[in-house]
């Protein structure tokens, strides 16, 4: 069974950091991608990462890290200077195989986790 599970949200405050991890089973992901939704805002790209490339969104660009773990499956999203609109719920998401593009786009991806919540406080 396909699962993603992250972890390592939580409260901080403005100009701290925190890293999440999204642990993968079941099968083994071309590229995942992290993505946030804050209340009444849509869902947005945050980063993503193949086995050769990385994808930032331009508000984190700089600031957050994605990187990714082959033997444990696992891909994190390290995020320094954090501001308090980087507050939202944190998805990771998993796609079988990289066709080279549409890294930023939600429907391009086969699975989700259950989200993390992370809040910066001012």
């Known amino acids: 069974q396909v699962q993603l599970v992250e972890s390592g949200g939580g409260l901080v405050q403005a100009g701290g950091s925190l890293r999440l991890s999204c642990v993968a089973s079941g099968r083994t992901f071309s590229r995942f991608g992290w993505f946030r939704q804050a209340p009444g805002k849509e869902r947005e790209f945050v980063a993503a990462?193949?086995?050769?490339?990385?994808y930032y969104a331009d508000s984190v660009q700089g600031r957050f890290t994605i990187s990714r773990d082959n033997v444990k499956n696992t891909v994190y999203l390290q995020m320094n200077s954090l501001k308090p609109e980087d507050s939202a719920v944190y998805y990771c998401?998993?796609?079988?195989?990289?066709?080279?593009?549409?890294?930023?786009?939600?429907?391009?991806?086969?699975?989700w986790g259950q989200g993390t919540q992370v809040t910066v406080s001012s």
């Open positions: 990462i193949t086995w050769s490339s990385t």
């Open positions: 998401a998993a796609r079988f195989f990289d066709p080279g593009w549409g890294a930023e786009g939600a429907e391009n991806y086969n699975y």
